[in-house]
C-alpha cells in the first residue's frame, strides 16, 4: 500500500477542512515545509517539536514567517537559516549572533542581510568566517585558475563592503593575526586589505613564521627565523635560497638554529655557512629520520672522518665519496656488520677486502661479486654462483 504524505494533502486543503489530528499526524513526517500550509492556531509549541524532531529535513524551503515570533527559539532559528538565508529576516534579533551567523555565512550571496545583523553580533570569529566565505565564493565562481588578479580584486572589494558593517572593536590586529596565522588566504592578498596603522613588527613577524621570504629582513630576530623554520621546512629553503635572507642567517644562527635546520630538512647541509658544516652537525643530519637526496648530497674530504663514515654505514641509504685513505680493517668490518646495501663495496680498495666479505657478497649480493678478488672467487663459489644466476 502506497505511503500517504499528509503534509502534501495538507497543502492542497483549505484552511477549514484542517484538523488537529491531521496536523499531529503530518507532523510525525518531519517535514518542515509543513509551517508554510498550517493555520497559526495549529502551529503550537508541541506540533513544532513534533515536526523538528530529527535533523534530516529533506530539501523543500520553509518559511521562519509562518511561525508566530514568539515561538521561534533559538533551535527553531538555527534550523531555518540553515535551510534558507531568506529566512535570517525573520529571526528575531536577540538570535542574530554565533551560530546563526556562522550559519548565515555558509550561504553565498550573504551581502544582503549585513545592514541586519546587530553591531554587537560581530567578533572576530564572526568577521573571520564571513571572510572565508566570501573566500570560497569567489574560487566557486572561477577561483584564482584562470585570472588571479581579477579575481583577487573581486574578493578584496566584497571583503571591504562586508568589513564596512563591522564595528571597529572586532577588526583589530587580533583579526589579522589569526587570519595569516590560518593560512587559508595568501598572506599577500591580506597585507592588501589590511588597515596601513596595524602593519607594525608584530604583523612582519607572524608573516615571517607564514612565508619567511615575502618579509624583509630588518623585521627578524632570533625567535621569529626559530618559530618559521620550525612551522615548515619550506621556509628553510626560502631563507636559503634569498641572498639576503641567507646573509641574516649567517650573521645571527647559531649552534642551535643549525641543528634544527638540519634535523628538519638534512639536504640543506651543503648550503650552511662555512662554521657550520662540521662532522658531528653532518652525524646529526645523516641520523635524522628524513629522506635525503644523495645525487646533491656533495661532501667536501675533509668532513669524511671515521665516525662520519660509520654514520653513513648506520644510514645505509647512499655513499658518498670515501677517501681512500679512510679505509682500514676497523672501518671494514663496521661496513659488514651495518651497511648491508653493499652499495659502499665498490669503493672499497680490493687489499682489504676479506673471505668473509666475499661470502656475505655471494650470499646476500651476488650481483656485486665483480667487484671481488679473483683469489675468492672459489670453484665451489662459481657454482653457487651459477645457480644463482640461473
Known amino acids: 500500500m502506497k505511503e500517504i504524505n499528509m503534509t502534501k494533502a495538507i497543502s492542497c486543503m483549505p484552511d477549514k477542512f484542517i484538523t488537529m489530528e491531521m496536523v499531529e499526524l503530518a507532523a510525525t513526517e518531519h517535514r518542515p515545509e509543513l509551517v508554510n500550509y498550517l493555520p497559526e492556531k495549529y502551529i503550537t509549541s508541541e506540533i513544532l517539536d513534533s515536526i523538528f524532531k530529527t535533523e534530516d529535513y529533506g530539501w523543500r524551503s520553509w518559511q521562519l514567517s509562518k511561525i ?116 587559508r588566504i595568501a598572506t599577500m592578498t591580506i597585507d592588501k586589505m589590511m588597515p596601513k596603522c596595524f602593519k607594525q613588527a608584530a604583523y612582519y613577524k607572524e608573516w615571517a613564521i607564514r612565508c619567511i621570504k615575502e618579509v624583509d629582513t630588518r623585521w627578524l630576530d632570533y625567535d621569529t627565523v626559530w618559530k618559521a623554520i620550525s612551522h615548515k621546512t619550506g621556509n628553510l629553503h626560502g631563507i636559503f635560497d634569498s641572498y ?12 642551535a638554529m643549525a641543528d634544527k635546520a638540519m634535523e628538519l630538512e638534512p639536504n640543506l647541509f651543503n648550503k650552511l655557512p662555512g662554521r657550520f658544516r662540521t662532522p658531528e652537525r653532518l652525524i646529526h643530519a645523516l641520523e635524522a629520520k628524513r629522506e635525503i637526496n644523495s645525487y646533491n648530497f656533495h661532501l667536501e674530504p675533509n668532513l669524511m672522518t671515521e665516525e662520519v663514515c660509520m654514520a653513513l654505514a648506520r644510514r645505509d641509504s647512499f655513499y658518498p665519496d670515501i677517501p681512500s685513505e679512510r679505509w682500514n680493517k676497523k672501518l671494514v668490518e663496521y661496513f659488514i656488520e651495518y651497511g648491508h646495501s653493499l652499495y659502499w663495496l665498490p669503493q672499497l680498495p680490493k687489499r682489504l677486502q676479506t673471505r668473509k666479505l666475499a661470502e656475505k657478497v655471494l650470499k646476500e649480493k651476488p650481483q656485486y661479486f665483480h667487484y671481488l678478488r679473483m683469489e675468492f672467487i672459489t670453484p665451489e663459489m662459481s657454482r653457487l654462483l651459477c645457480q644463482k644466476i640461473a
Open 68 to 183: 508566530p515570533e514568539e515561538k521561534r527559539n533559538r533551535q527553531i532559528c538555527l534550523k531555518a537559516i540553515k535551510a534558507e538565508k531568506s529566512n535570517f529576516p525573520d529571526i528575531p534579533e536577540k538570535y542574530r549572533n554565533s551560530d546563526i551567523l556562522e550559519s548565515l555565512f555558509a550561504h553565498r550571496n550573504f551581502m544582503n542581510y549585513l545592514h541586519l545583523i546587530p553591531p554587537s553580533s560581530w567578533n572576530n570569529g564572526t568577521v573571520r568566517d564571513a571572510i572565508y566565505s566570501l573566500y570560497r565564493d569567489v574560487q566557486q565562481n572561477g577561483g584564482y585558475r584562470y585570472c588571479s588578479e581579477r579575481y583577487e580584486q573581486q574578493f578584496l572589494y566584497e571583503t571591504s563592503v562586508m568589513l564596512s558593517f563591522v564595528p571597529r572593536q572586532a577588526k583589530d590586529f587580533r583579526l589579522w593575526k589569526e587570519l595569516i596565522h590560518d593560512g
Open 244 to 255: 639576503g635572507h641567507y646573509e641574516w642567517f649567517s650573521k645571527h644562527a647559531d649552534d
